[in-house]
């Protein structure tokens, strides 16, 4: 299991690495330039190689890249900024601030948002397809399936404005989506995400929903089901011993990539709710032509996405040893 992990790690630290090279590479792509974003209107050709020379932007792009990629691991020492500790994403060409710093204080918003409606969408979706599964062929196998394709037919943007629309702005059944820190006061956190989570589980909870109907159904049609009823074990024991261990796998799959993302930054739901997290603050870099803003945030939602993906593995190989073997 270990040499498992290490390999799984080995190859998630290749490919974020990759990842930050073709960011860096792509940005400068872009037609506009951020020195001459940061000089202003006047801006005198000594004052943009001024400015260059202060943004670490004077250099190859090679040499820039290998300066940022030295400045995670050791730090950095900046002509304006003096020293930036490691790990060290760089300073905002646009308000001069540390990208770290800026990420940490959008990303509780992130957390909060993912993690409450992660757990809300699992436990309602998957819970639902074991009825279904259990019930086949019936009136809540039928409901529960054709509530799932409507479901998951929905778009976040259209429900999101919707939900928006007419419980808080009309009815005032919610509260309108907001932030507070779960610190300062916990029942405006939960007041103030409740809406997000809900439309979020709504269009998460389909799929869960039939995939665990189905992954159930396949597994309790297997032998070794078979087998262990005819050996005389309840039906409880039989369910959740074999028939939902064997589907577990790939509900475990898609939940962490679902949950990687939504860390990472769902920029179309915040954007929806108005919630300045991750994904609205990757906005923000690109409209601001950003580098290292963009590049903090795009190695932040890669790291997420990469971390759950080897938490999946690992869960996945403790399922079923077939794949450690593989």
């Known amino acids: 299991m270990?040499?498992?992990?290490?390999?799984?790690?080995?190859?998630a630290l290749v490919i974020l690495l990759i990842i930050s090279a073709i960011t860096f590479v792509l940005f400068y792509v872009a037609p506009r330039d951020p020195a001459r974003v940061a000089c202003g209107k006047v801006c005198t050709p000594e004052t943009l190689a001024l400015v260059r020379?202060?943004?670490?932007?004077?250099?190859?792009?090679?040499?820039?890249?290998w300066h940022w990629l030295q400045a995670?691991?050791?730090?950095?020492?900046?002509?304006?900024f003096g020293h930036c500790p490691a790990p060290c994403l760089g300073y905002s060409f646009h308000n001069r601030e540390p990208v770290l710093g800026t990420i940490l204080d959008r990303f509780p918003t992130t957390i909060s948002l993912s993690i409450g409606s992660a757990v809300v969408f699992v436990i309602v979706g998957v819970g639902t397809g074991m009825l279904a599964a259990v019930k086949q062929g019936k009136?809540?196998?039928?409901?529960?399936?054709?509530?799932?394709?409507?479901?998951?037919?929905?778009?976040?943007?259209?429900?999101?404005?919707?939900?928006?629309?007419?419980l808080t702005d009309q009815w005032h059944l919610l509260s309108r989506p907001?932030?507070?820190?779960?610190?300062?006061?916990?029942?405006?956190?939960?007041?103030?995400?409740?809406?997000?989570?809900f439309v979020l589980a709504l269009i998460f909870t389909a799929?869960?929903?039939?995939?665990?109907?189905?992954?159930?159904?396949?597994?309790?049609?297997?032998?070794?089901?078979?087998?262990?009823?005819?050996?005389?074990?309840?039906?409880r024991t039989v369910f959740f011993r074999f028939a939902w261990r064997g589907a577990m796998g790939p509900i475990v799959t898609i939940f962490g990539l679902d949950l990687g993302y939504l860390l990472?930054?769902?920029?179309?739901?915040?954007?929806?709710?108005?919630?300045?997290?991750?994904g609205a603050l990757s906005i923000k870099a690109v409209q601001d032509n950003d580098l290292p803003l963009l590049l903090g945030v795009v190695l932040v939602a890669a790291t997420a996405i990469v971390v759950f993906n080897i938490i999946v593995d690992a869960v996945y190989a403790l399922i079923d040893p077939r794949v450690r073997l593989a």
């Open 2 to 11: 270990f040499r498992f992990l290490v390999r799984r790690t080995f190859g």
């Open 53 to 65: 020379r202060n943004l670490g932007i004077a250099d190859p792009l090679p040499v820039q890249y």
């Open 72 to 80: 995670v691991f050791v730090g950095r020492d900046y002509p304006s």
């Open 139 to 166: 009136a809540l196998d039928k409901v529960a399936s054709s509530a799932s394709l409507i479901g998951s037919s929905l778009q976040i943007y259209i429900v999101g404005v919707l939900a928006v629309y007419y």
């Open 178 to 197: 907001q932030y507070v820190p779960l610190t300062e006061d916990p029942w405006g956190w939960f007041q103030g995400l409740l809406l997000p989570w």
């Open 207 to 235: 799929n869960y929903t039939r995939m665990a109907r189905s992954q159930l159904v396949e597994s309790l049609s297997e032998d070794y089901v078979r087998t262990a009823r005819a050996k005389g074990l309840s039906r």
């Open 264 to 278: 990472g930054g769902a920029i179309i739901t915040e954007q929806t709710f108005s919630l300045h997290g991750i």
